[in-house]
C-alpha cells in the first residue's frame, strides 16, 4: 500500500469517487421540467444519501478541517461536489424570487455537516434516538426531512 501518506490519500480518493456519483453529478445540472425549489431539493437529497454510502470522507474532512493543511487541500482538490453547479442553482432561485440570498459556504456547511452527520454518524445518531441500523427507505426518508427543514428556511414564503 506504501506509505501512511498514500494509503490516506487513497481512503479519500476512493471516498470522493464514490460522492462525484453520476446521480449526484446530473441533479446539480438541474431536471428539465422542475421547479427550482424541486431541482435544489432532490440535488440536495441526492447529495445526502451518496454521503451516506462513504461517512469517512465526512470523518477526514471533520478530523482535517480543523488546521490548514496539506491534506485538507487535498481533500478540496479532489472533492467531487460541483459547487459551481449548487451556487447556480441558489442563484437562480433568489433570481425568481424563490430563495432568500445565502452564501454558499453556509448552505454548503449546513448539508454536509449538519446534514451529513445526521446521515454518517450512526453510532453518535442511536444515542440521539435515530435507528443505527436504517434501509434506504429509512435513510431516504431522513435525507428528505432534512432537506425539508433547509427549504423551509430558504424558500421565500
Same mark, same amino acid.
Given at each position: 500500500?506504501? @506509505?501512511?501518506?498514500?494509503?490516506?490519500?487513497? !481512503?479519500?480518493?476512493? !471516498?470522493?469517487?464514490?460522492?462525484? &456519483?453520476?446521480e =449526484?453529478?446530473?441533479?446539480?445540472?438541474?431536471?428539465?421540467?422542475?421547479? #427550482?425549489? /424541486?431541482?435544489?431539493?432532490?440535488?440536495?437529497? @441526492? @447529495?445526502?444519501? /451518496?454521503?451516506?454510502k462513504?461517512? +469517512?470522507?465526512?470523518?477526514?474532512?471533520?478530523s482535517e478541517?480543523?488546521?490548514?493543511?496539506e491534506r485538507?487541500?487535498?481533500?478540496? !482538490?479532489?472533492?467531487? #461536489?460541483? @459547487?459551481?453547479?449548487?451556487?447556480?442553482?441558489?442563484?437562480?432561485?433568489v433570481? +425568481?424570487?424563490?430563495?432568500?440570498?445565502?452564501?454558499?459556504? =453556509?448552505?454548503?456547511?449546513?448539508?454536509m455537516?449538519?446534514?451529513?452527520?445526521?446521515?454518517?454518524?450512526?453510532?453518535?445518531? &442511536?444515542? #440521539?434516538?435515530?435507528?443505527?441500523?436504517? &434501509?434506504q427507505?429509512?435513510?431516504?426518508?431522513?435525507?428528505?426531512?432534512?432537506?425539508?427543514?433547509?427549504?423551509?428556511?430558504? =424558500?421565500?414564503?
Amino acid at each position: 500500500f506504501g @506509505t501512511k501518506e498514500q494509503i490516506w490519500r487513497k !481512503a479519500v480518493d476512493h !471516498a470522493c469517487r464514490q460522492l462525484g &456519483s453520476p446521480e =449526484v453529478v446530473s441533479y446539480l445540472q438541474g431536471t428539465a421540467g422542475a421547479s #427550482i425549489q /424541486e431541482q435544489l431539493g432532490q440535488a440536495l437529497v @441526492t @447529495t445526502l444519501l /451518496e454521503l451516506s454510502k462513504c461517512p +469517512q470522507l465526512l470523518q477526514l474532512v471533520n478530523s482535517e478541517g480543523f488546521e490548514d493543511s496539506e491534506r485538507l487541500r487535498y481533500i478540496f !482538490a479532489n472533492f467531487p #461536489i460541483d @459547487t459551481a453547479a449548487l451556487k447556480n442553482l441558489l442563484d437562480k432561485g433568489v433570481e +425568481q424570487g424563490v430563495f432568500k440570498a445565502i452564501d454558499l459556504p =453556509v448552505l454548503f456547511l449546513l448539508i454536509m455537516h449538519g446534514g451529513g452527520a445526521v446521515m454518517c454518524m450512526r453510532p453518535l445518531g &442511536s444515542y #440521539i434516538g435515530l435507528k443505527a441500523d436504517r &434501509s434506504q427507505d429509512d435513510l431516504h426518508q431522513q435525507a428528505r426531512l432534512i432537506v425539508d427543514a433547509l427549504m423551509n428556511g430558504l =424558500v421565500i414564503k
